[in-house]
């Protein structure tokens, strides 16, 4: 949140919440890409109450990265 605050123009808390989710879950499939796992055995999951919310940020995955998504 300090690094929106700092933003020109900052987000809304839940645009801060999804890139949140989306950087972490990213970063994490790269760590374990790094630690020896081929990147087909990686599956990504993101957990979030609502469903619009969950939605989007399962989006957002799909267009930055090329990991499987676990959706159940």
């Not at 700092?6 to 989710?21: D, I």
């Not at 630690?35 to 990686?42: H, I």
Request: proline fraction near 4%.
């Amino acid at each position: 949140m300090d690094e929106n605050a700092a933003r020109a123009t900052p987000w809304e808390a839940r645009q801060v919440m999804y890139e949140a989710l989306v950087t972490s879950a990213i970063e994490s499939a790269k760590f374990a890409v790094e630690l020896g796992m081929r990147p087909e055995q990686v599956l990504l999951s993101c957990k979030v109450s609502g469903v619009q919310d969950l939605v989007a940020v399962y989006r957002e995955l799909a267009r930055r990265c090329d990991y499987p998504l676990h959706w159940a």
